[in-house]
């Protein structure tokens, strides 16, 4: 299919259900959310069709994210919040049926995790790149585009 590419150069395709499953993933999370209201509101004002919604967080820096927005939480705060974040995106993804995890060295993703989100100016696209290092969709799912 057609693919998109995220503000940063990081592959973001609505035919790629590993980035469409983090899309959906940040968007409906409500406890906590990682989305405030006033951010969701920006993003439907540039459309709300599902395809606009899923390009306008593919430019989302993660900076936007609740749980990394407030400048004043402290390291350990940020560090756990991130921590939280990555198991809570692993546990979601592991019960993705169509899904089946690539590696089980569970250390080496939430380094990866925390390296990816410890920068506030990339996008959530890398959200699904560290992802796709971690999961794919079953063998016997995977059809021809």
Same mark, same amino acid.
């Given at each position: ?7 940063? &150069?990081? %592959? ?7 980035? !469409?499953? *983090? ?8 406890? @906590? ?13 540039? &459309?709300? /069709?599902?395809? !606009?919604?899923?390009?306008?967080? &593919? +430019? ?19 560090? /756990? ?20 995890? !690539?590696?089980? *060295? ?7 995790? %925390? &390296? *990816?989100?410890? #920068? @506030?100016?990339?996008?959530? @696209?890398?959200?699904? +790149? #560290?992802?796709? /290092?971690?999961?794919? *969709?079953? %063998?016997?799912? #995977? !059809?021809?585009?």
């Amino acid at each position: 299919g057609d693919s998109s590419i995220s503000a940063d &150069g990081t %592959a973001w395709d609505l035919n790629n259900r590993i980035h !469409t499953s *983090v899309f959906n993933f940040i968007w409906n999370n409500r406890h @906590p959310e990682y989305l405030s209201r006033d951010m969701k509101n920006i993003m439907r004002r540039q &459309g709300d /069709q599902p395809e !606009t919604l899923f390009e306008a967080m &593919g +430019r989302l820096p993660l900076g936007e994210l609740t749980f990394l927005s407030d400048i004043l939480a402290d390291r350990t705060d940020r560090e /756990q919040a991130i921590r939280s974040f990555s198991n809570r995106i692993y546990i979601h993804f592991n019960r993705i049926h169509d899904f089946e995890r !690539t590696s089980n *060295v569970e250390s080496e993703y939430y380094r990866k995790m %925390a &390296g *990816v989100c410890s #920068v @506030p100016k990339n996008t959530i @696209p890398e959200i699904a +790149r #560290v992802m796709e /290092q971690f999961f794919r *969709v079953k %063998a016997d799912l #995977v !059809t021809d585009q």
